[in-house]
């Protein structure tokens, strides 16, 4: 009966594994979003072309930036997800991607919200989601 009893601890011990969230992407807050835009407007008239983002301010934790991939939509907030939200942490706009403003300069693709030339970076952007409806765009989490 023992070694049955040993077995079987060592199971649970073996089964339990250790907390696997990462702390350093627990920065962002996690914002209620729910937004409705008018392609039609000028302020989103880019959008109409692929691989111009458009900032929408006011939303998330930095902004919105929402980008046109040819294939569809996608909207990420524009806080470096790396970072302590702070004064340096939005990230601006440079082509097709998101560069923080903060000393260590994190790089962004405003495509997939992934880091760009930087393999260390944990966090990638937070990503909304986003429902086309004609020329509406329906961004939400």
Known sequence: MKPYLYLLIVLIFTACSKNSVDK??????????????????????????VSNPVYIPNAGNGGIYVTNTGTGFVAFDAADPNHIPSSCSKLT??????????????????FNGLPVNNSSLRCPLKAYRVEENGTTLLIFN
């Open 93 to 110: 706009l440079s082509g097709i991607n998101g560069i923080c403003g903060c000393d260590d300069e994190n790089e962004y693709s405003l």
């Open 24 to 49: 350093n992407c627990n920065f962002l807050l996690d914002v209620g979003v729910n937004i409705s835009i008018n392609m039609s407007l000028p302020q989103y008239s880019q959008l109409a072309f």
